[in-house]
């Protein structure tokens, strides 16, 4: 490296070091950095047999088929196999549309059918919290070659209020795709918290409801496929912006949401309707601890969503809540479990972390006392580890084992610690 020059030859920036060339020209490590940059984006294009940016190959031979997509699922999350299974059809046909929109030669058996359009089927999930339905669509985006974005319905609003409008989450989507309106248009979107979008009350009130109704009937065109205008750095719209007009026919809705209480109006609607001689059968039959395995768009329309929106969503899974055998397998079993992403840390300073079973038990019992699913195994697991993780790296140990004791000390001292600050 040269002596240290005013400024780069290139982008004119001084007080950083120079590397000198020739004819006294004088380059930067930044300006170095984006020649990298640029030669690697030329050198991807040049090895792409040609094709045109956003791109991708579906054929319909090399797509993952719904049982491959559910055994990925199957290594991350514990149970709820029918909504895996429903997640894992939706994601599949998504890829056969995008194949089809991208002109593959079709099987002899499909030409008969080459005149027929096959529309996208939206769909929701339902379970109650830490149930998994996040944790399913982070998953499934490990392994998609399209964009993929999570989106947060709490923060939406109709436009021209304080929020965010129902355009942002094709903004997002649009970034993940780095600003590639081919691969944004292929891309698949999971909304979550539906279930806080929904209409407050069926009685007119003076005041508007701008995070209900207002947002579900904003969600319409762009669930059912239309041509919307998006802001491509996000925020208010205002008439000197310039827009990107992103087509959402080809790109797949994935909504979820805990809809606390549904219950109740499923439990209503099949009461009304055991009447008769077979009434006191039925209601055997009818497993009262699993409610939502019964669920109906009717369900959702008396929860409040619209029926327009429910028409847009047509299918409809539910995620059962966690057992206790389920909660157990949660903290060990999953590649990414829990227990695993400590024992990565410590082992990371060389000592070799292990947990007693009764010591999971525990958690696992305490968990089920809270009714908090897998959130809460995760919000105790901390609890246990918190000061562990502080004072092990700077003990002389090589193993350390979590006992049934050590976990009930720590979780004890937490809770009366709130207690304490709550008085």
Known sequence: ??????????????????????????????????????????????????????????????????????????????????????????????????????????????????????????????????????????TIAKMLTVPFTIVDATVLTEAGYVGEDVESILTRLYQEADCDLQKTERGIVFIDEIDKIARKSDNPSITRDVSGEGVQQALLKLLEGSVVNVPPKGGRKHPEQEFVHINTQNILFICGGAFDGIERKIAQRLNTQVVGFEAAQQAQTIDKDNLLQYIAPQDLKAFGLIPEIIGRLPILTYLKPLDRASLRSILTEPKNAITRQYQKLLALDGVELTFEPEALDYIVDKAIEYKLGARGLRSLTETVMSDLMYDIPTQQVKTFVVTRALAEQQISRADTTRIRNAI
């Not at 640029?38 to 940016?53: D, L, M, P, Q, V």
């Not at 029918?82 to 998504?94: E, F, Q, T």
């Not at 359009?117 to 982070?138: C, D, F, Q, W, Y």
């Open 1 to 138: 490296m040269s002596k240290r020059k005013d400024s780069c030859s290139f982008c004119g920036r001084s007080g950083v070091p120079l590397f000198e060339g020739l004819d006294g020209a004088y380059i930067c490590p930044d300006c170095i950095e984006r020649g990298h940059q640029i030669i690697a984006e030329e050198n991807a294009k040049n090895n792409s047999g040609g094709k045109r940016t956003g791109e991708t190959d579906f054929s319909l031979s090399k797509l993952p088929k719904p049982k491959q997509i559910k055994e990925f699922l199957d290594q991350y999350v514990i149970g709820q196999d029918d909504a895996k299974r429903y997640l894992s059809v939706a994601v599949y046909n998504h890829y056969k549309r995008l194949a089809l929109a991208q002109g593959v030669d079709m099987p002899r058996q499909a030409q008969a059918y080459k005149d027929v359009e096959i529309e996208k089927s939206n769909i929701i999930m339902v379970g109650p919290t830490g149930t998994g339905k996040t944790l399913i669509a982070r």
